[in-house]
């Protein structure tokens, strides 16, 4: 029997490097978006047949998952606006978008 053998890497293959000040700015879009996602009253406890005080108190992980979600979808832009504010407006092109 012949061992199957891994295909060779030909180089060095490059990882792209997530900003860390970019991936602040997507927390703070998430945390935004989730505030806002509350407001407009979802994951609010229903009238009848709801769940009850649990419902209530896990709404709050459902909407900052379902921010997340929208964030790394592609948000509604505020990420970006967010990064060159805290960067001084010198993003520049050499990292990731993450």
């Not at 180089?11 to 505030?35: D, H, M, S, Y």
């Not at 994951?43 to 769940?51: K, P, T, V, Y």
């Amino acid at each position: 029997m012949t061992p199957i053998l891994p295909a060779p890497i030909n180089g060095p293959t490059r990882v792209p490097q997530i900003n860390p000040l970019r991936e602040k700015a997507a927390q703070l879009e998430t945390a935004f978006l989730a505030e806002m996602l509350g407001h407009a009253g979802l994951g609010s406890g229903r009238e009848s047949f709801g769940g009850g005080i649990g419902e209530e108190q896990f709404a709050s992980f459902l909407r900052h998952e379902q921010a997340e979600a929208m964030v790394k979808a592609g948000g509604i832009g505020l990420t970006e606006v967010l990064f060159r504010a805290m960067s001084g407006g010198d993003a520049g092109g050499d990292d990731a978008k993450g």
